[in-house]
Nanobody, 123 residues
Framework: QVQLVESGGGWVQAGGSLRLSCAAT????????MGWYRQAPGKQRELVARIISDGTTTYTDSVKGRFTISRDNAKNTKNTISLEMNSLQIEDTAVYYC??????????????WGQGTQVTVSS
């Protein structure tokens, strides 16, 4: 079992900043990727940003230059990621979900999701 604990989020005015964090714990032998997805009301869940095991990052076009995803490389918190969100826009309002894909100690693949954290940007 893999558990994801998300923190951060909340309410901010347009142009402001927020930081999301996500810590993954449990039966994780190899982390292949961790990332943030978001789902706005009436819309499908979409990838926001993702980081893979070699540190390569991917961003959806609408957040490039505004959001930064990073991974904590300390030994005890290496499966922790953060998403620094700057210049937030009303269109960024959504529930943000943390995701992790990897292999367990028994080399079984897993794909786990966090509970989600609300980000609301107002004018």
């Amino acid at each position: 079992q893999v558990q994801l604990v998300e923190s951060g989020g909340g309410w901010v005015q347009a142009g402001g900043s927020l930081r999301l964090s996500c810590a993954a714990t449990g039966n994780i032998f190899i982390m292949n990727s961790m990332g943030w997805y978001r789902q706005a009301p009436g819309k499908q869940r979409e990838l926001v940003a993702r980081i893979i095991s070699d540190g390569t990052t991917t961003y959806t076009d609408s957040v490039k230059g505004r959001f930064t995803i990073s991974r904590d490389n300390a030994k005890n918190t290496k499966n922790t990621i953060s998403l620094e969100m700057n210049s937030l826009q009303i269109e960024d309002t959504a529930v943000y979900y943390c995701n992790i894909e990897g292999l367990s100690v028994s080399l079984s693949a897993f794909n786990s999701w966090g509970q989600g954290t609300q980000v609301t940007v107002s004018s």
